[in-house]
């Protein structure tokens, strides 16, 4: 007999919304630097996962979606996309490992569009995805490593979410759980483990200041090392 689907809200002791729409003003160099300062090391995801236009940008905590290849087409993974569906918060990032399957399109407009209503605010596939245009038109972040008209369907499928995942990383196999904070821009993907979401948005958002700063004096002619020493931040 199937199981039936689970139900596995998120707590979060911080105000996700909020806290999303202070991240959304940084960049994932600064980011990444953050974490390394508190001795996170190689928390970026592997090269090569980018978002569909270069203006994308998503930030949340993760939902994590584990997949994996096969031909099943049985029902269960009915009950299990009605699961992650009614388990989803708002502001929360889907993340799907893939298992480095590569024959078919493992998100797509239909599951971005029942992942938004709700309360979804991004995505970031460890593979590829289909529908890439009707992403872009909706203005759903979407991160991926690359593009698959196939469908999934009876090719691939989520089989569990909300438990820890591993997603491809810069130094190998990067272990991800449920909450931890995702950020991603032009550049790539940052993950921050969730413990440490506050601390390092409080720390960023003092180094995002003094690069301003920085910045601006060298633009009105201070000599670098003179806004290194008083900024910091160079």
Not at 74 to 94: F, K, W
Not at 96 to 112: E, L, M, P
Request: with cysteine; charged share 20%.
């Amino acid at each position: 007999m199937k199981p039936d689907y689970k139900f596995a809200p998120l707590q979060l002791d911080y105000d996700v919304l909020d806290v999303n729409q202070r991240y959304l003003k940084l960049y994932s160099g600064l980011v990444y630097d953050a974490c390394e300062h508190f001795g996170l090391k190689g928390r970026a995801m592997e090269g090569g996962i980018y978002p569909l236009t270069p203006t994308m940008k998503l930030a949340g905590p993760a939902f994590t979606v584990h997949c994996v290849s096969t031909p099943n087409r049985d029902e269960y993974t009915h009950n299990i996309r009605l699961g992650m569906l009614r388990s989803m918060t708002p502001g929360c990032i889907q993340l799907r490992d893939t298992q480095g399957n590569q024959n078919c399109g493992q998100f797509g407009a239909i599951s971005a569009t029942a992942a938004r209503a709700a309360g979804c605010a991004g995505a970031v596939i460890d593979g590829s995805t289909r529908d890439s245009v009707h992403l872009i038109e909706m203005g759903f972040p979407t991160f991926c490593r690359f593009r698959n008209p196939a469908e999934a369907f009876g090719r691939f499928m989520a089989v569990d979410y909300q438990i820890p995942i591993y997603v491809r990383g810069i130094d190998g196999q990067m272990l991800v759980h449920p909450g931890d904070y995702i950020f991603g821009d032009n550049d790539g993907v940052v993950i921050v483990p969730k413990e440490y979401t506050m601390k390092v948005l409080e720390l960023a958002e003092q180094w995002f200041e003094s690069e301003a700063k920085s910045q601006a004096a060298m633009a009105a002619g201070m000599d670098p090392l003179e806004v290194y020493a008083k900024y910091g931040r160079f």
